[in-house]
């Protein structure tokens, strides 16, 4: 395990990434486990990370990319005891501390000691060997495929706990999913359809709308054509829905608000059209609403999101390339282009 290995690095801000040699993570110790990336999906904070974007920490250059992935154990320490070489498996890309309070109680990504997020701040897992504590390792089920799994932590895990920890969705409601596209668009698409929810859905291209019909939407609008908050309260009876999903940003937000009923609940994990919008404060308290901030995914969000994709609720993938193609699909992905999830396989 001396020789170098291959590594999609980002040198410069600003810069797109590129191939190149790195040394090898090297043999596992302890509670180590060694992992053979096999397959890395395309999200925005790959975008945001490299354009430097690091969120209230400094993020350091070189780094190596790519923020979600799944790959097979090569190796373990003697003190591994969950995953065993040749295993299927996810790494979280938090490191997380494991010993704080909100880890103790299962919520690794409220954890008061994290070192960082992977492809972010620290390397990421688009290169051929990783090096991870194994509470960072969630193994995969039996028949979900690596170009799947490589979906669950940022993408499926995510929508899990907006959905289900957050925003409490439950059968019967009606939920406006943002973006219905994108990867999380996607997910939350037929996460909700999958518990019995009506799903009403904006996309930003006609090619789009049959699209995100034929995954369960019920109702799909092409906000560049019509404001989606006036055709949401007409759907609704001028009531407005239960929940928003909410991860665009400034260009949504007002409208996301006048979509919900009293007494709605929207839950947010991003901020991809700006991060600062205007709020009424007044339609917050006269309408009662609930705004919730949504951040990542514990460790059992990973595991309920790996038995939903092993019953059959699984990624929709737009594309899979070659790990070369990377910084081409992310401009794929700035452009909004992509309808579901890109995946690079790592050979």
């Not at 000691?113 to 090096?131: E, L, M, R, S, T």
């Not at 409208?255 to 600062?276: D, H, M, P, Q, Y």
């Not at 700035?334 to 995946?343: E, N």
């Amino acid at each position: 395990m001396t020789d170098p290995m291959l590594a999609l690095r980002l040198e410069k801000e600003g810069q797109p990434s590129r191939l190149m040699e790195v040394p090898h993570p090297g043999a596992p110790a302890g509670d180590e486990v060694l992992v053979r990336m096999r397959a890395v999906s395309l999200n925005h904070i790959d975008l945001f990370g490299q354009r430097g974007m690091a969120f209230a920490q400094r993020q350091a250059f070189p780094l190596t990319a790519g923020v979600e992935a799944a790959g097979e154990v090569e190796a373990v320490g003697p003190d591994v005891r969950t995953v065993r070489p040749g295993q299927a498996v996810v790494v979280h890309p938090a490191l997380f501390c494991g010993d704080c309070r909100w880890c103790n109680r299962g919520r690794e990504n409220l954890c008061e000691n994290v070192g960082g997020i992977a492809g972010f701040h620290v390397d990421g897992f688009a290169c051929h060997y990783v090096k991870a504590a194994e509470r960072r390792v969630v193994p995969v089920p039996e028949g979900v495929s690596l170009r799947d799994a490589a979906c669950t932590t940022v993408t499926f895990g995510t929508v899990q706990h907006m959905l289900f920890d957050n925003a409490k969705l439950e059968p019967g409601e009606t939920i406006l999913v943002q973006a219905g596209g994108s990867g999380i668009g996607t997910t939350a698409i037929k996460m909700a359809k999958a518990i019995g929810a009506t799903v009403i859905t904006t996309v930003g291209s006609d090619d789009k709308v049959e699209k995100a019909k034929a995954i369960g939407a019920d109702h799909v609008i092409n906000y560049r054509e019509e404001r989606f908050e006036t055709r949401v309260r007409r759907l609704t009876g001028k009531k407005g829905v239960q929940v928003v999903f909410e991860h665009v940003g400034a260009d949504t937000w007002a409208g996301s608000l006048l979509a919900l009923e009293r007494g709605g609940r929207l839950v947010t994990c991003g901020s991809t059209s700006g991060i600062n919008a205007n709020t009424n404060l007044y339609q917050v308290f006269q309408q009662q609403l609930t705004i919730i901030g949504s951040f990542g995914s514990s460790l059992r969000n990973l595991r309920e999101a790996l038995d939903k994709m092993a019953t059959g609720l699984t990624p929709v993938i737009d594309s899979e390339i070659d790990l070369t193609e990377f910084g081409l699909a992310l401009e794929r992905l700035q452009s909004r282009q992509v309808f579901g999830k890109i995946v690079a396989t790592i050979s």
